[in-house]
């Protein structure tokens, strides 16, 4: 469980940074704004980034998106493939694995971290305040939902 609460507050901080000025794209399924898409509604709106800013912001985080896409599907290639291996026992596959998939977990973070170095340099003094207190937000929500996974086991 705390494992769990764990990945999804690192995967919700790493999404956040992801999605800030993307334009809104339809959720799953029924046409409904999905979570990433409300976030990064209210983290634009809380912003109120220019015109400019937003196309910036769109081509700066599409590029991410398209630099990391091949490094995502290796990853869930791999988890696939290490499923496999801990079926079949395979422990020496398994640490060379997940050493490969650990590489690959941090160019995807090198990537995502470069995009928002990118983003937060085309934000005005002001808005790096405004989004900086909204991150720090998020981390406090993070660290809360991490004290609950640590009581829960």
Known sequence: MRRNLIGLAMVAALAAGAVLAQTAQRGPAR?????????????????????????????IFQQAKQTAAPLQTQLKQDRQDMAALVKGNETAQIQQLATAAGVLQGQLMAIRSTAMAQFYAILTPEQQTKLDQMQGKIEQLLQQLRALGQTGN
């Open 31 to 59: 046409g409904r704004p999905g979570l990433g898409a409300n976030l990064r509604q209210r983290v634009i709106k809380n912003l109120n980034l220019t015109d400019a800013q937003k196309a910036q912001a769109k081509t």
